[in-house]
């Protein structure tokens, strides 16, 4: 069983940047499908972007597409999430998670999830 713990996140101004990390222990991700999820206050949790490996492929959502960029390390151990140009929308609690099969946004998907990190974007 994986286990990922997720940082980086923090309080930024309206433009600015940041870039989480998610580090897995336990299995690699080499054949994973590694996602980041959100939750904003008083919403439920949402895709945001997936990495997956051994298909060469990731994927966003509509809102973040153009300022986030999802990469991994290559030992495929850690998965990162650039975030540039952040909007105050952008608050949230930050999850990776982890599947290994096909690619998938939905949230049931996903069996492995870190404890999330906190991003607030200030106005």
């Known amino acids: 069983q994986v286990q990922l713990v997720e940082s980086g996140g923090g309080l930024v101004q309206a433009g600015g940047s940041l870039r989480l990390s998610c580090a897995a222990s336990?299995?690699?991700?080499?054949?994973?499908?590694v996602g980041w999820f959100r939750r904003a206050p008083g919403k439920g949790r949402e895709f945001v972007a997936a990495l997956w490996w051994s298909g060469g492929m990731s994927y966003y959502s509509d809102s973040v597409k153009g300022r986030f960029t999802i990469s991994g390390d290559n030992a495929k151990i850690t998965v990162y999430l650039q975030m540039n140009s952040l909007k105050p929308e952008d608050t949230a609690v930050y999850y990776c998670?982890?599947?290994?099969?096909?690619?998938?946004?939905?949230?049931?998907?996903?069996?492995?999830w870190g404890q999330g990190t906190q991003v607030t974007v200030s106005s």
């Open positions: 998670a982890a599947r290994y099969g096909m690619w998938s946004y939905e949230v049931v998907r996903y069996d492995a």
């Open positions: 336990g299995r690699t991700l080499s054949s994973a499908v």
